[in-house]
């Protein structure tokens, strides 16, 4: 799946527009959805993610090696 983030597992939203006269069509709101590359320093090798905005925020804030951790714990290989 290419708008899935694998930190936070945010993934694209199904919903209706509707229009003036309250017609209804099938519309999706994709995640802002990046591909970012990290330094894994207990492994010595750079980490290619994909991660939400959202989780480029947690990142910087909880470190890589404790993100890396948890998206390992969710069974997902890096």
């Known amino acids: 799946m290419s708008a899935y983030c694998q930190l936070t597992g945010v993934k694209p939203v199904f919903g ?17 959805i990046q591909r970012r590359r990290y330094w894994l320093p207990s492994e010595d090798r750079f980490v290619q993610l994909t991660v939400s905005a959202r989780a480029i925020k ?21």
Not at 16 to 32: A, F, G, I, L, Y
């Open 58 to 78: 947690t990142i910087d804030k909880i470190g890589i090696e404790q993100a890396v951790a948890r998206i390992r714990a969710r069974g997902e290989k890096v």
């Open 16 to 32: 209706n527009n509707v229009s003036h006269s309250h017609r209804r069509t099938r519309r999706r709101w994709n995640p802002n």
